[in-house]
C-alpha cells in the first residue's frame, strides 16, 4: 500500500495526553517522522526515528512504532500544541515518500 | 544557523508553467538530497519528488512525472522545482525540505529544515 492514514481530528484536555496514530504497510518496514503545522507556518519536525526528538522539541513529545503503526504522543499537552500533525514514510516499493493525511489536534 | 529561503508567490495562468527557487544555506548544500512538497489550500502535505545531492537523478510522485523538473545548482547553493501544464488545481504553496537521511547512515529518513513555502496560485 503506498497510503497512511491518519485520523482527521482529535482533542485533548489541558494537561492530559494524547495520542496521535499513523497507519500504513510501510511503516513496516521504515519508520516514521513526524511534523507540526501551525496556521500559515510551515511544517517543523517534532520527531523522526525509533523516538528522536530533534532539539528544541519538548519532552513531552514521544514517538513509538508497532506493526504498521507508527504514534506520537504527548504527555501533558500545552495550549501551544494545537495544530496538525503530518506523519511522513519512505514508501516500501522505491525511491519514494508519502505523508499521512493530518490529524488536527484541538486543546481543550 | 540552517536555513532555506524561497522565491516569492507567483501567479499563473493555466498552461503556464512556474519555476520555484530555494537558497540553502548553514549547512553544505552539495551533501544532501533535497525534497519539495506542496499544500493546497486547507489540505494536507503532499510529497512531490526528490533531488539527489549531484543533481544528475530525481524521482518524482506518478501523479507529476512528466510536468515536473527538479535542478539544483550547487555553485548558489540553490534548488529549483518547474512545474509546466499547470492547471487551477495546482494552486498551492510548495515547500523545499532537506533530506536527513544521510546522517542517520540511511536508517531514518526526515525532512528538515524546510523553506517558508511560495505560493503559486494558477488562475485565468
Known amino acids: 500500500s503506498s497510503e497512511l492514514t491518519q485520523d482527521p481530528a482529535v482533542s485533548v484536555a489541558l494537561g492530559q495526553t494524547v495520542r496521535i496514530t499513523c497507519q500504513g504497510d510501510?511503516?513496516?518496514?521504515?519508520?516514521a517522522s513526524w511534523y507540526q503545522q501551525k496556521p500559515g507556518q510551515a511544517p517543523v519536525l517534532v520527531m523522526f526515528?525509533?523516538?528522536n526528538r530533534p532539539s528544541g522539541i519538548p519532552d513531552r513529545f514521544s514517538g513509538s512504532s508497532s506493526g504498521n503503526t507508527a504514534s506520537l504522543t504527548i504527555t501533558g499537552a500545552q495550549a501551544e500544541d494545537e495544530a496538525d500533525y503530518y506523519c511522513?514514510?519512505?514508501?516500501?516499493?522505491?525511491?519514494?515518500?508519502?505523508f499521512g493525511g493530518g490529524t488536527k489536534l484541538t486543546v481543550l | 544557523q540552517l536555513q532555506l529561503v524561497q522565491s516569492g508567490a507567483e501567479v499563473k495562468k493555466p498552461g503556464a508553467s512556474v519555476k520555484v527557487s530555494c537558497k540553502a544555506s548553514?549547512?553544505?548544500?552539495?551533501?544532501?538530497?533535497m525534497h519539495w512538497v506542496r499544500q493546497a489550500p486547507g489540505q494536507g502535505l503532499e510529497w512531490m519528488g526528490i533531488?539527489?545531492?549531484?543533481?544528475?537523478?530525481?524521482n518524482f510522485a506518478q501523479k507529476f512525472q512528466g510536468r515536473v523538473t527538479m535542478t539544483r545548482d550547487t555553485s548558489t547553493s540553490t534548488l529549483y522545482m518547474e512545474l509546466s501544464s499547470l492547471r487551477p488545481e495546482d494552486t498551492a504553496v510548495y515547500y523545499c525540505?532537506?533530506?536527513?537521511?544521510?546522517?542517520?547512515?540511511?536508517?531514518?529518513?526526515?525532512?528538515?529544515?524546510w523553506g517558508q513555502g511560495t505560493l503559486v496560485t494558477v488562475s485565468s
Open positions: 510501510s511503516l513496516r518496514d521504515s519508520y
Open positions: 526515528g525509533k523516538n
Open positions: 511522513n514514510c519512505r514508501g516500501n516499493s522505491g525511491f519514494h515518500w508519502m
Open positions: 548553514g549547512f553544505t548544500f552539495s551533501s544532501y538530497y
Open positions: 533531488i539527489n545531492p549531484s543533481g544528475d537523478r530525481t
Open positions: 525540505a532537506r533530506d536527513n537521511s544521510a546522517i542517520s547512515g540511511y536508517q531514518y529518513w526526515w525532512f528538515d529544515p
